[in-house]
C-alpha cells in the first residue's frame, strides 16, 4: 500500500497536480520514522532485510503507551500533517515547505522525546 501511494503521489507531482511537498506533507509521519529506523540501523551495519522492532511507533509501544497510546500519538501527528497540507494546497502554497519543515521539528521532538526514555532516563516510560 505504501508503494502505491507513493506511485500515485509521485504521479500528481509529475504531472503537475500536485506540489511536490503535498504527498512529502501528508506521509511525513511515515516517510520520517521509516528512513531515521533504516539510517540508524545502517549505521550500525545491521541488516536491513531482517525483521525487527526499532521503529518509533514499535519503541513507544514498547514502553509501555500501548495500542491506544501509540496510535492517539501517532494519529494526532498524521492528521496535523494531513489537516495542514490540505489547508496549504487550498489557502496558500506558498506555505506548503514552511509548514512541511515545521511538521519535520514536531517529528524530531517527538522522536527525541521517544529516545531519551528508551534509554532508560529517571522517570522514563520504559
Do not use: K
Not at 87 to 109: E, Y
Request: proline letters at 4%; hydrophobic letters at 55%; charged letters at 15%.
Amino acid at each position: 500500500m505504501g508503494f502505491l501511494a507513493a506511485a500515485f503521489g509521485l504521479a500528481q507531482v509529475a504531472s503537475g497536480a500536485w506540489p511536490a511537498w503535498f504527498p512529502a506533507l501528508i506521509f511525513l509521519p511515515f516517510i520520517a520514522d521509516a528512513t531515521l529506523t533504516l539510517a540508524r540501523r545502517a549505521l550500525r551495519r545491521e541488516r536491513l532485510w531482517q525483521a525487527h522492532r526499532n521503529h518509533y511507533y514499535q519503541r513507544l509501544h514498547r514502553m509501555g503507551a500501548g495500542h491506544r497510546g501509540t496510535l492517539a500519538i501517532y494519529g494526532c501527528w498524521m492528521t496535523g500533517c494531513g489537516l495542514t497540507a490540505l489547508a496549504c494546497l487550498a489557502w496558500n502554497r506558498a506555505l506548503g515547505w514552511p509548514a512541511f519543515f515545521a511538521w519535520c521539528v514536531v517529528g524530531a521532538a517527538l522522536f527525541a522525546a521517544i529516545d531519551y526514555h528508551w534509554r532508560g532516563r529517571p522517570g522514563s516510560l520504559r
